[in-house]
T-cell receptor, first 109, second 118 residues
Framework: RKEVEQDPGPFNVPEGATVAFNCTYS??????FFWYRQDCRKEPKLLMSVYSSGNEDGRFTAQLNRASQYISLLIRDSKLSDSATYLC??????????FGSGTKLNVKP | NAGVTQTPKFRVLKTGQSMTLLCAQDMNHEYMYWYRQDPGMGLRLIHYSVGEGTTAKGEVPDGYNVSRLKKQNFLLGLESAAPSQTSVYFC?????????????????FGEGSRLTVL
């Protein structure tokens, strides 16, 4: 069983739409959670960390549900530039980070 | 600052050949990692290091060796390349500072090394 599971998509949405991604993690001892963005043939880059209390950064909102071992990312008012693959990550401590396979988002004009 | 630099960026090998990928970071990070990324598989951890002179196995260590002789460098070696090792390899370092217990845990990645084994 994979440590982190994500729906691979693709999610095809029009500009301005709201889109939500979810992922689940299997290790209840996981301590840190992140969303990374990866553009085609590029390296992943941190989008945002995910905290138990939830956190928001502009159009992006991340939520963590420890009881259900579930992480979400909400993107409001989608832009063409949001088209990318979004990677969900959990860490058991700072030694190891486990990546989901990624969810592909295509934002259409 | 260059951040995390990987060399080479592209390489084609024949089965059985050996090679070394070099990762260098100039951010004074203690923790460094090697991942491979294959289509539909996400990033999988090969080996990691929590400081100079230390290395540890990740999820998929077989067929690879690593060394961390200097804090800023983390080397990934393939002793006898196999077609199954065709992949994109990413090196990363972590902002976490274990002695101070501070840092966001953010991973900074190199641009990747695309390896093809024929």
């Amino acid at each position: 069983r994979k440590e982190v599971e994500q729906d691979p998509g693709p999610f095809n949405v029009p500009e301005g739409a709201t889109v939500a991604f979810n992922c689940t993690y299997s290790n209840s001892a996981s301590q840190s959670f992140f969303w990374y963005r990866q553009d085609c043939r590029k390296e992943p880059k941190l989008l945002m960390s995910v905290y138990s209390s939830g956190n928001e950064d502009g159009r992006f909102t991340a939520q963590l549900n420890r009881a259900s071992q579930y992480i979400s990312l909400l993107i409001r008012d989608s832009k063409l530039s949001d088209s990318a693959t979004y990677l969900c990550v959990s860490g058991d401590n700072f030694n190891k980070f486990y990546f989901g396979s990624g969810t592909k988002l295509n934002v259409k004009p | 600052n260059a951040g995390v630099t990987q060399t080479p960026k592209f390489r084609v090998l024949k089965t059985g050949q050996s090679m070394t990928l070099l990762c260098a970071q100039d951010m004074n990070h203690e923790y460094m990692y090697w991942y491979r990324q294959d289509p539909g598989m996400g990033l999988r951890l090969i080996h990691y290091s929590v400081g100079e002179g230390t290395t540890a196995k990740g999820e998929v260590p077989d067929g690879y060796n690593v060394s961390r002789l200097k804090k800023q460098n983390f080397l990934l070696g393939l002793e006898s390349a196999a077609p199954s090792q065709t992949s994109v390899y990413f090196c990363a370092s972590n902002t976490f500072q274990p002695t101070q217990g501070i840092g966001t845990g953010e991973l900074f990645f190199g641009e990747g090394s695309r390896l093809t084994v024929l």
